[in-house]
C-alpha cells in the first residue's frame, strides 16, 4: 500500500470536522467508506477477530479498510462500552484500541478485557506523546503503544507481531513452557520468574529495562527475549554506552554521513539502523551522555532516526531493550538519566537475581561448564564430585555467573581429568552474605560507646549502603526503611560535612 494524502472528510463526511479539529491523520491508505459496525464477509472460522475502538468513524473505517485487507475479521466500536459488549459477544483476539474515547478513556478497558479473556494482543493507538501514558497502558498488560498519525509501516509491525506471538490457540503457545529459556541453564524459583517475564516481554515489542549486579546474565536475557519473540530472524545488535567516549557515542547511535566531520570518510550505520527489525540492547545504558539521552528520547517517540549529516530522517522498526547494574529506583534517583526517557525504557523491567539467591542452580551450571570448557580447552573431564558442587554452592560469588564459570575453567586448566573434585578448586572466602553482615554489625556495635543516636544511625545506614554495594534500595530493605529515606538523610549529611 502507499500512503494517501486525501482529507478525512473524503472519506466520512460525518466525521470531518471531529477528526480534522481532534485527530491528525493516520498516514494509513485511506478507504472509500462509512465506519463499519457489522462484522465482515469473511469467514469467522478461517481468520482471527481484531476489535477496533476508535471514535473518530474516518479512522475507524481507514483500520478496518486496512486489516480486513490483511485476512482479519473486524469488528468496529466508537464507545467504550459499545466496544466491551462487542468483546463479551464475539472470539476477539486482537484490540485496536484508542485510548481517548468519549464516555471513559481506553486504557481502563485493557485489564477487563484481559480478564476475560488473557491472550488477548492489544495495540493501543492515541494522540497522546506523553511516557506516562505508555508505560500506564504497557504495565496494564497491552503489547504495543502507537501515536498518531500511524505510519503504516508501524501499524504492519505491530500487528504482524500481536499476530504470530499472541493470537493463538490455547495449547499452542510456546512461552507457556517452564523450560529454561534460551541460553539459560537452572529451574529454581527465582529463575523461573526471570524466565516467565522474558516470555511475556518477547509477546511485545515494548521497551525492557534488564537489572542486576555484573554477571548475572543480562545480556544473556536480551538474547532470549529476542531469539524467543517475533524478532528473532532480525539482528540483534548490543551497543556498551559505558566503553565509548561520549563524544564518539552519537555516531556510534545513530550513524553519520561521509564528509559529516573530520575523519569521516565513509557513510556509517549507526547501532540503530543496524537493528532495524530486530533489536537493540544498550548496555550500561545510564551511562548515555545527555545528548544522546534527548536524541534516543526523539527516536522512541517516532521511529525515526537522523543520522549526523544527513538532511531527512530515516523511518526504522528497532525494539530497544536496555541494561544496567542499577534497579530502576537507583536510576531514576541517581539524576543521570533523563526522567521522560526513563519512563520510555522502563516499560517492563526484569531484575536478574545474584546467583547466591539461588544456589541451587549451581550444579546444573557447573556440569554444562564442564562439557563445554572440557571441549573448548581439549580436556577429558567426564564428571564433577558432590563434594565439588557443595563447595561451590556454599561461595558467595559476589561476580556471580560469570565469576563462577571463569573459576571452573582456571580449575580445569590447572589440572588433569576426569573428574573435577573439591581440592582442584581454587580457594574463594565460604562465607555467606549473612555471615559477613553479622560480622560486620558485632564488629560495629563495639563502637557505639559515646556516640550520639544520630551519629550511631548514620553509622549503621552506611555500613549497610557499602554492604550492598552502594545499592540504596537493597540497603533501604535490610534496614526496612524507604528508600527515599536514605536518600534524604545523605542530603542531610552533605549539608551539614
Excluded at 279 to 290: A, G, I, K, S
Excluded at 445 to 455: C, I, Q
Excluded at 459 to 464: F, K, M, T
Amino acid at each position: 500500500m502507499t500512503i494517501s494524502t486525501m482529507s478525512a472528510q473524503e472519506n466520512d463526511q460525518s466525521h470531518a470536522a471531529a477528526a480534522a479539529e481532534t485527530e491528525p491523520h493516520s498516514g494509513l491508505p485511506d478507504y472509500e467508506g462509512g465506519p463499519r459496525h457489522e462484522v465482515s464477509s469473511k469467514d469467522p472460522s478461517a481468520a482471527e477477530h481484531v476489535l477496533l475502538i476508535e471514535d473518530i468513524g474516518s479512522l475507524r473505517a481507514i483500520y478496518d479498510a486496512y486489516l480486513r485487507a490483511a485476512g482479519f475479521v473486524t469488528h468496529s466500536a466508537e464507545t467504550a462500552a459499545e466496544g466491551l459488549a462487542i468483546f463479551r459477544s464475539h472470539p476477539i483476539r486482537m484490540v485496536l484500541l484508542d485510548l481517548m474515547l468519549p464516555d471513559r478513556d481506553g486504557d481502563t478497558l485493557i485489564a477487563e478485557m484481559l480478564e476475560l479473556r488473557p491472550r488477548t494482543a492489544i495495540i493501543v493507538v492515541t494522540a497522546d506523546r506523553s511516557a506516562d501514558r505508555a508505560v500506564r497502558a504497557m504495565h496494564a498488560g497491552a503489547v504495543d503503544f502507537l501515536v498518531k498519525p500511524i505510519d503504516e509501516t508501524r501499524l504492519n509491525a505491530a500487528i504482524e507481531r500481536a499476530r504470530s506471538s499472541s493470537l493463538q490457540a490455547p495449547g499452542e503457545n510456546p512461552y507457556e513452557s517452564k523450560a529454561p529459556l534460551g541460553e539459560f541453564i537452572g529451574t529454581s524459583p527465582r529463575m523461573q520468574m526471570v524466565y516467565e517475564r522474558a516470555r511475556s516481554a518477547a509477546r511485545s515489542s515494548a521497551p525492557v529495562y534488564l537489572w542486576g549486579e555484573s554477571g548475572t546474565g543480562k545480556e544473556l536475557c536480551a538474547h532470549a527475549i529476542h531469539s524467543s519473540g517475533t524478532r528473532g530472524s532480525g539482528p540483534f545488535v548490543t551497543l556498551d554506552c559505558g566503553s565509548l567516549p561520549a563524544d564518539r557515542l552519537d555516531s556510534e547511535l545513530f550513524g553519520h554521513h561521509s564528509g559529516a566531520f573530520p575523519g569521516a570518510l565513509h557513510d556509517k550505520p549507526g547501532a540503530v539502523a543496524m537493528a532495524d527489525g530486530g533489536t537493540l540492547l544498550l548496555d550500561n545504558v545510564c551511562e548515555l551522555p545527555m545528548p544522546a539521552q534527548i536524541k534516543l528520547l526523539r527516536f522512541l517517540e517516532t521511529g525515526q532516526v537522523k543520522p549526523y549529516g544527513a538532511t531527512e530522517p530515516v523511518t526504522v522498526d528497532v525494539r530497544v531493550i536496555s541494561a544496567s547494574a542499577n534497579t530502576p529506583e537507583e536510576t531514576l534517583a541517581s539524576g543521570k538519566m533523563r526522567e521522560d526517557l526513563y519512563y520510555r525504557l522502563n516499560v517492563l523491567s526484569i531484575e536478574m537475581p545474584p546467583l547466591r539467591s539461588h544456589g541451587e542452580d549451581i550444579g546444573p551450571i557447573a556440569r554444562m561448564a564442564l562439557d563445554r570448557f572440557a571441549a573448548e580447552e581439549n580436556r577429558c573431564y567426564t564428571e564433577i564430585t558432590d563434594e565439588a558442587i557443595r563447595k561451590l554452592e556454599r561461595m558467595p560469588w559476589p561476580g556471580n555467573v560469570r565469576q563462577l564459570m571463569n573459576v571452573l575453567r582456571a580449575a580445569m586448566v590447572m589440572h588433569d581429568g576426569p573428574v573435577l573434585r573439591a581440592e582442584m578448586l581454587p580457594d574463594i572466602p565460604t562465607v555467606s552474605a549473612q555471615t559477613d553482615i553479622a560480622e560486620a554489625g558485632a564488629t560495629t556495635v563495639s563502637t557505639f560507646e559515646g556516640m550520639t543516636l544520630a551519629e550511631i544511625e548514620r553509622l549503621v545506614i552506611e555500613a549497610a549502603i557499602e554492604r550492598h554495594d552502594g545499592s540504596i534500595p537493597r540497603a533501604a530493605n535490610e534496614l526496612g526503611v524507604a528508600p527515599s529515606t536514605i536518600y534524604r538523610k545523605r542530603e542531610s549529611w552533605s549539608a551539614q560535612d
